[in-house]
C-alpha cells in the first residue's frame, strides 16, 4: 500500500505499476508476475537511478530467520522480472546488473502531473454518474443489473475453475533444482523427484509422467509451453529443494502448461525424517489446486506417509539412482544402499522394494544365479507388503516372481493389474504387463497395452531391448531381428540383448547368424541355460550333431551340480 507521498501508479515507458492493487501493466494490460519479482520491481522503482544492493533487497524480501538460498531466490525473481520487462541481463533496458553489488533501475519514470482541466472535468463527469448510479439503487433496475453481475461473477469462477482445475488432467514433474550447488548433492534433488512423481501418481485419474521422461529436461533452455507439448501434458510443476543437514526445503511452483501462467506456488520445510510426510503434503496440495476427484481409498493412499529414520532415507535416495543404471556394479551398489536402509530402518516398506528388485534384476540378467535371486527377492518383497499392502510397487515385483520363478501365472497376472489399479502411472507395471500378455500369446492385448504406455510416455517410447521382449514373447521374429540390432547396437554388453537377436536369426531360418549372437550371450551370461540350450539347439539346425550334443552334456552336467549356468 502506498504511503502518502507516494503515487499511487509509477509510470515508464509502456509500462504502469499500480502500488495498490499489485499490478504490473504494459500499454493497460496486465503483465504476469510473480510476488518477489514484483516488489523487486518497487524497490528499485523507489530509488530510481541509486544502486540498491544485493542485501538490501534480501532484507526486502525475505526475514533474517527465513531458511532460503538468497542468492540463488533473488537470482530467479530477477530473472522473471526481466522475462516481464521483455529484457535479458545482457542487453538491459530498464534494470542493470552491477555484479557483485546490486541493481539499478536506469529508464526514466514519469512524474506525476497536476491534474489538467479535461482530468477535472472528466473526474467531476464520474462524480455525477455516481449520484445517479445511487439513484438507480432505489429502483428496480439496479437490482436487475446486481443480479446480472452476480451471474457473469459466478460464470467468471466457474470458468477459472474449468480451465486451472479440470482442463489440468495430466501433469510433469520437472527435476527439482538442487540448490546446495553441491554435485554430490545431486542424488538427492532427483530421488527427490522420483518420490514427488510417485506420490502424484497415486492421485486418481491424474496422469503423471514418468522421471524417465521428465529427467529428459534437466537443464534445459526450452519453453514450459513447448516441454508440455512434447509430453503432452496439462500442467507443469517445477521446483527446488535446498537440504541443510537434516532439514529439507522444498519449493513447489504449478503453472498452467498451454499459457505459462503460474497457478500456485509454495515452500515447505521439514527435518529429514518428516520427509514421506512432506512429499504427502505438497502431493496433497497440488490435487487440491488442479481439483483431481480421489475416492476414499486414494486420499488415504496419498495421506499415508510414515516418519523414516534420515540415514535410512538418503541410503534409499541413493539406491534408486543407481538401480537404473542397469549394470551389474550399479545393481550391486544399489544392493547395498537398500540393504543399509533396511537395517537402519526395519520398517521403511520402500526401501524393502528397491531390496527386492535389485535381487530380481541380478537373477533376470543371470548375475546371481535365479534360485538365489527368487528366494532373496521373494523375502524382501514380502515384508515390504506386511509392512504397506497399498504398495504398487511391491505388487508388481510379486507378479514377476510368480511369473518368472514359481510359475503360477494366474496370480502372476493378477499382482500386476493389481499394482496398476494402485498406481495407473507406474512405468515398470506397465512394462511387466506388456510383456507378460506378450508372452502369454495374447498380441493384441499386449499391442493395446504398448499403446497406453505411449500415451503415458510420450517422450518415453520403448526402447529396443522392449520392443525386442515383446516381439520374442509374439514370436515375431522378423521385427525381433530389426529391434535386436537396435538392442545389441546401444546394449553391447546385455547378453540378453544378444540372446534375442539369436531367437530372432533362429526362428526366420538364420542358424548361422544366430549361433555367434548365442555364443555372445553365453559368454556375457557366463553360461546362462536359456543362451546354452539355444546355442546347441542352433548347431544341431546347421547339421552339427556332435557340437550339440556336447554343449548339451555339459549343460546337464552343470544342472546336476546344482547351477544353471557353466562357470
Known amino acids: 500500500m502506498p504511503n502518502a507521498d507516494q503515487p499511487r501508479i509509477i509510470r515508464f515507458d509502456f509500462f504502469e505499476v499500480d502500488l495498490r492493487a499489485g499490478e504490473l501493466r504494459k500499454s493497460g494490460v496486465k503483465v504476469k508476475l510473480q510476488e518477489q519479482p514484483f516488489r523487486i520491481l518497487v524497490t528499485l522503482l523507489q530509488h530510481p537511478g541509486d544502486v540498491v544492493t544485493r542485501e538490501e533487497l534480501h ?37 542493470e546488473t552491477l555484479a557483485r553489488r546490486g541493481y539499478r533501475f536506469m529508464a526514466p519514470i514519469e512524474k506525476p502531473a497536476t491534474p489538467s482541466l479535461v482530468h477535472r472535468l472528466t473526474l467531476f463527469a464520474r462524480a455525477r454518474w455516481a449520484f445517479r448510479w445511487r439513484y438507480m439503487l432505489g429502483t428496480g433496475i439496479a437490482v436487475a443489473i446486481l443480479a446480472l453481475l452476480a451471474t457473469l461473477n459466478w460464470a467468471r469462477s466457474e470458468h477459472w ?89 522444498i519449493t513447489i511452483e504449478l503453472i498452467e502448461a498451454r499459457t505459462d501462467e503460474h497457478l500456485w506456488a509454495e515452500s515447505y520445510e521439514r527435518d529429514l525424517g518428516d520427509v514421506l510426510r512432506l512429499q ?83 537373477g533376470t540378467y543371470r548375475w546371481l544365479a535365479p534360485q538365489d535371486a527368487y528366494e532373496h527377492g521373494s523375502e524382501a518383497i514380502h ?11 511391491a505388487h508388481s515385483s510379486l507378479g514377476v516372481i510368480n511369473w518368472n520363478y514359481t510359475w503360477d501365472w494366474q496370480t502372476a497376472e493378477k499382482e500386476i493389474r493389481y499394482a496398476m489399479d494402485l498406481n495407473p502411472n507406474y512405468v515398470e507395471g506397465h512394462l511387466q504387463l506388456v510383456w507378460f500378455l506378450a508372452w502369454s500369446g495374447r498380441r493384441d492385448e499386449a499391442l493395446a497395452q504398448v499403446q497406453k504406455w505411449s500415451r503415458l510416455e510420450p517422450a518415453y517410447p520403448l526402447t529396443p531391448l522392449d520392443e525386442s521382449a515383446v516381439y520374442y514373447h509374439s514370436r515375431e521374429y522378423k521385427s525381433l531381428i530389426e529391434s535386436g540390432r537396435k538392442s545389441v547396437a546401444t546394449n553391447p554388453n546385455a547378453w540378453v540383448a544378444h540372446y534375442l537377436l539369436a531367437v530372432g536369426y533362429e526362428g526366420s531360418g538364420q542358424p548361422v547368424l544366430a549361433v555367434p549372437e548365442y555364443q555372445r550371450a ?35 552336467s552343470a544342472l546336476k551340480g546344482g547351477t544353471s549356468h557353466l562357470t
Request: aromatic letters at 6%.
Open 59 to 95: 532484507r526486502e524480501l525475505w526475514p533474517a530467520d527465513t531458511f532460503v538460498d538468497f542468492e540463488h531466490g533473488l537470482n530467479a525473481a530477477v530473472k522473471r522480472l526481466r522475462d516481464a520487462l521483455g529484457e535479458s541481463a545482457e542487453k538491459p533496458i530498464y534494470v
Open 161 to 249: 475453475i474449468w480451465t486451472h482445475g479440470k482442463e489440468i488432467e495430466s501433469l510433469a514433474v520437472l527435476p527439482l533444482e538442487n540448490l546446495s550447488r553441491d554435485p554430490e548433492q545431486e542424488y538427492f534433488s532427483d530421488g527427490m523427484t522420483n518420490a514427488l512423481i510417485t506420490q502424484l501418481s497415486k492421485a486418481g485419474t491424474l496422469r503423471v509422467t514418468s522421471r524417465t521422461s521428465s529427467v529428459r529436461y534437466k537443464g534445459t533452455n526450452k519453453s514450459l509451453p513447448q516441454i508440455a507439448r512434447e509430453l503432452n501434458v496439462g500442467g507443469v510443476i517445477e521446483g527446488s529443494v535446498l537440504r541443510l543437514g537434516n532439514r529439507v526445503r
Open 280 to 362: 504427502s503434503e505438497v502431493a496433497q496440495a497440488v490435487v487440491r489446486q488442479i481439483g483431481i476427484h480421489l475416492t476414499p481409498a486414494q486420499q488415504e493412499r496419498l495421506r499415508s506417509a510414515p516418519s523414516v529414520d534420515p540415514q535410512a532415507y538418503e541410503a534409499y535416495l541413493r539406491g534408486m539412482v543407481l538401480r537404473p543404471v542397469a549394470t551389474e556394479a550399479s545393481i550391486k551398489q544399489a544392493q547395498a544402499y537398500f540393504e543399509e536402509a533396511v537395517r537402519r530402518d526395519p520398517g521403511f516398506a520402500l526401501a524393502y522394494v528397491g531390496l527386492g528388485d535389485c535381487y530380481l534384476d541380478l
Open 383 to 393: 515384508k515390504a507388503l506386511q509392512l504397506d499392502q497399498g504398495l504398487a510397487e
Open 522 to 556: 553365453v559368454d556375457l551370461s557366463q553360461g546362462d541355460s536359456d543362451a546354452i540350450a539355444g546355442l546347441a539347439h542352433a548347431y544341431a539346425a546347421l547339421g552339427k550333431r556332435a557340437e550339440a550334443e556336447k554343449i548339451v552334456g555339459n549343460l546337464q
